[in-house]
């Protein structure tokens, strides 16, 4: 995943993560395990998320 807002330092967090995770491949990531029907986009969510707060 190529971020442009997000720099690792260190090693708590790598960038392994940040790859699984735009993948997919991290477990409790998908849109049934934060309740939301199959084929929701998480980030859509997150977005609307952030937007309502404004």
Do not use: Y
């Not at 690792?8 to 477990?27: A, R, Y």
């Amino acid at each position: 995943m190529k971020t442009t807002s997000i720099h690792v330092e260190g090693q708590i967090i790598s960038p392994e993560i940040f790859d699984g995770l735009d993948s997919n491949e991290v477990p409790g990531q998908l849109p049934q395990d934060f309740g939301f029907e199959r084929g929701t986009r998480v980030k859509d969510e997150i977005t609307r998320a952030w937007t309502d707060c404004i």
